[in-house]
């Protein structure tokens, strides 16, 4: 069975600063997809990136960028410039095709003014 | 662009009671996933259909039950409810045909069992 991990439970920067979540996961497969999901204070949980694993172009979304490090089986998401409505849970996920998705704990994130 | 519909959004029920989720995805999507998040927990997948058939089934109690109709909408069935089964009921839907894995979450129903 698939696992993820985030070390991090919670993290704490000052807006504008840049900030790197880490996730780290275990899989025998060698076809899946890796996504990172925010859940702010409303609790609606927003597609933040994501990263097909036959990929080796690391993601990008704007202010949103991933480093995946297929081999160590890592996927951390850096936020730059960060804003104060980056403020949220922020969770990493798993997924083979058509399946479930597989959270971690998540991140809670806290961007100070 | 339209997003993942869910309703009611706020449930409140008594022990012992049953309760009715609906979801309806994204136009065209045709996967449908259930999710159950616990307070300060991270989702946990219920049970899945794609095009109306279930694909998979997760950590559902035999008490739940759920179904995909012939226009997509899925609707979760919980009878017996337990003051455990408080939480915070996600619907996501993909275009598995289509090859586009990501899911997409509706706003989520906020069960609370008395």
């Known amino acids: 069975a698939q696992t993820v991990t985030q070390s991090q439970p919670e993290m704490s920067v000052q807006e504008a600063e840049t900030v790197t979540l880490s996730c780290t996961y275990d899989?025998?497969?060698?076809?899946?997809?890796l996504f990172w999901y925010k859940q702010p204070p409303s609790r609606q949980m927003i597609l933040v990136i994501r990263?097909?694993?036959?990929?080796?172009q690391n993601a990008t979304e704007n202010r949103f960028s991933v480093n995946f490090q297929k081999a160590a089986k890592s996927f951390s998401l850096k936020i730059s410039d960060s804003q104060l409505g980056d403020t949220a849970m922020y969770f990493c996920?798993?997924?083979?095709?058509?399946?479930?998705?597989?959270f971690g704990q998540g991140t809670r994130l806290t961007i100070n003014p | 662009a339209a997003g993942v519909i869910q309703s009611p959004r706020h449930l409140i029920k008594e022990k012992r009671e049953t309760a009715t989720l609906k979801c309806y995805p994204i136009?065209?999507?045709?996967?449908v996933y259930w999710y159950q998040q616990g307070p300060g927990q991270d989702p946990q997948f219920l049970i899945s259909?794609?095009?109306?058939?279930?694909?998979d089934k997760g950590s559902i109690p035999d008490r739940f039950s759920a179904q995909q109709f012939s226009d997509y909408h899925s609707e979760l069935n919980m009878s017996s409810l337990e003051l455990g089964d408080s939480a915070l009921y996600f619907c996501?839907?993909?275009?598995?045909?289509?090859?586009?894995?990501?899911?997409?979450f509706g706003p989520g129903t906020r069960l609370l069992v008395l």
């Open positions: 899989t025998s497969e060698s076809n899946y997809y």
């Open positions: 259909f794609y095009e109306k058939m279930q694909s």
């Open positions: 996501a839907s993909s275009f598995s045909a289509g090859g586009q894995e990501t899911q997409y």
């Open positions: 136009p065209r999507h045709d996967t």
């Open positions: 990263q097909e694993a036959y990929k080796q």
């Open positions: 996920a798993f997924m083979k095709r058509v399946q479930k998705l597989v």
